[in-house]
Every structure is written in C-alpha cells, then in structure tokens.
C-alpha cells in the first residue's frame, strides 16, 4: 500500500487531547482518505501497562496516555502525538503537552513505530491551520487538500461542540439537583477516571454538568472572575465555566488525576474564591483509582439534599 493510495493509518490514541480534538482529527484524516484507528476505551490492562512505562511521578492521565500509546504500536503507520504548547500569550498547556512527542519517543524508542505530530506553538507561529498542513505534509498529501480538508473537519469540529454545549444548556434548566464537575475533559470522561462519578451521580438521580463543556471564548473571559492571571487554558476554560454555572448549580465536584500540578493550584483558589456552594475535592490515583469514591459522592449528595431540606 502507498501513501499516493491514500490508505495511511494512524493511531489515535483514546486519552488526554484525543477528547478535546477527536472531531477535528478524525474528520480531517477521513477527508484526506487516511485511515484512523483509535485505542480501546481505558481499560486494566492499558492501566497497567501505561503505569508500568512511566515514572511514579507522572500524572494518572499521562500513565493512562502512555498505555493508549502501547495499545497502538504496531498497529499503524503512525501514531498521533500532538505538541501543543500555547494558543498565545498567557494561553499555555500544562507543560507535559508541549514535552509529549519528546516523552514518548523516548519511552518508545526501541519500537519500530513512526509518530505524527499536531505541534502547535502559537507564540512561535505556529497555529492550529499550520499544524494540520504540516501533518498533511509529513503524511504526503498535497497542501491544498489539506487545507481543504482542514476547513472542513473545522466545521464539523465546531458543530460538534455546539451540540454538546447546547445539551449541557437544557440539563442546566432541567429540575433536580444539579452537580457541576470541574475537570479536564480527558479526567471527567476516561471510564477509569471521572466517567464512574458521572455514572454514581447520574444513578443517584443527581444531574451532572460539565464546566469544561461551555462556550470557550466565554468561558476565558469569565475566567477573570476568579483569577485575573491563570494562565493554563483549560484551567482557564474550567474556572470560566464555573463562573457561568455556579449560581445553576447544587454543588461543584473538583475532579483530578494525581499528582497534576496545575489542578493542585487551581482548585485551590476555586476552594477560596467559590463561597456558598458546597464543594468536594476528589483526587484519583493509579493505586486507588476511583475506590472510596462512592462512599464520599454519597455523603457529598446527602449533604446537599440535607441543605435543602430533601433528607
Ligand atoms: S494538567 Fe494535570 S492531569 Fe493534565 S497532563 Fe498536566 S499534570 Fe497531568
């Protein structure tokens, strides 16, 4: 099979940026005829070995990231691994997204396995548009059709999330009571992660909204409200949409993977700043995982309904 047959596979490993771009990329490789083949949802064994190929140091997230990555080598041509390092001043990723080709390539030296990089650097001039021509590029696809298929995938992208925006705007208007979860998207919806809080609360008959899932330029404004100088762009999303949710909401869940450096500080100013709505601050780790989660969720629920006289 050539690259001209445009029959190329790449890997999209299901963990970290794969939820806040699998639109875009999937849309972008399908229009250019480049076959996606993406990870299973986390499961033990993507778990265990993530965990065993990084260093006790890394974040749950990225030994999870790191096993999505195992999970594909060898089963590709090549494995999506994206650089993104800023969107602009004061707009900048955690830093293990600006060192993740780096980090992986080393992990993953000895394996026969070629990666693709979605590396984008605004501040060095390099934008969302110029990383997909380049990813065209490396895969041996004209540029025009890349910037075609760019276009488009940017569309979809955008569509995407407006529905799922939308969703959260009616469960926000939806009777009952209201749990607003502060975290990362890939913590909140990875099944070995946020997705058994989701779950518990949804079976507890407690709505559950998302502040990540809110309008975007919005929320970096409102991001204001509750720190002028944060200069982590989810975190920035994530303060944002609390500042939009916290009067629709019963209570705020701070959800994150440990040990995560820009969460330990973030959520700390939420905890001061956010004053009368009850909060519960869950940290998930590889050795615990979500254990003992279910106990504290059902206490957090009972307070609240105890506060509001439904006990
Ligand atoms: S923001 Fe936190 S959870 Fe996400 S990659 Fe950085 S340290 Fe890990």
């Keep these: ?121 605004v501040l060095e001039k390099k934008d969302e548009e110029s990383a997909f021509l380049e990813m065209g590029r490396v895969l041996g696809l004209s540029a025009k059709a890349a910037k075609r298929a760019y276009k488009q995938a940017k569309k979809a992208e955008l569509a995407q999330y407006r529905v799922r925006v939308q969703k959260q705007e009616a469960l926000s208007r939806r009777e009952g009571i209201r749990i607003l979860i502060a975290a990362h998207s890939y913590v909140a919806e990875d099944p070995y992660m946020g997705r058994a809080v989701t779950d518990y609360l949804r ?3 407690v709505i559950p909204l998302r502040a990540d899932l809110v309008d975007r330029e919005t929320a970096l404004k409102r991001s204001r409200e509750l720190s002028p100088t944060c200069k982590w762009e989810i975190s920035r999303e994530i303060l944002g949409g609390i500042a939009q949710r916290r009067d629709q909401v019963d209570g705020i869940i ?24 009850p909060m519960l601050n869950l940290v998930l780790d590889s050795q615990s995982g979500t254990a003992g989660v279910e106990t504290r969720l059902e206490s957090f629920i009972d307070i609240i309904r105890f506060k509001e006289g439904k006990l």
């Design 254 to 277: 701070l959800l994150s993977a440990f040990p995560c450096g820009p969460d330990a500080m973030v959520n700390e100013l939420i905890l001061r700043r956010v004053r009368g709505v």
């Design 203 to 205: 079976q507890s008959g």
């Design 1 to 121: 099979m050539t690259m001209e047959q445009h029959t190329t596979a790449v890997g999209l490993p299901r963990a970290m940026l794969y939820y806040r771009y699998h639109t875009l990329w999937s849309a972008f490789f399908q229009e250019l005829g480049v076959e996606t083949v993406v990870s299973e949802p986390t499961n033990r064994e993507i778990l265990e070995q993530g965990t065993a190929l990084a260093i006790d140091e890394a974040c749950l997230s990225l030994k999870i990231y790191l096993g999505h990555v195992a999970a594909l080598v060898g089963k590709c041509d090549y494995i999506l691994v994206p650089r993104v390092s800023n969107f602009g001043r004061h707009r900048n990723m955690c830093t293990r997204f600006e060192a993740m080709p780096d980090l992986v390539g080393n992990v993953f030296r000895g394996a026969e396995q070629k990666f693709l990089t979605c590396d984008i650097d």
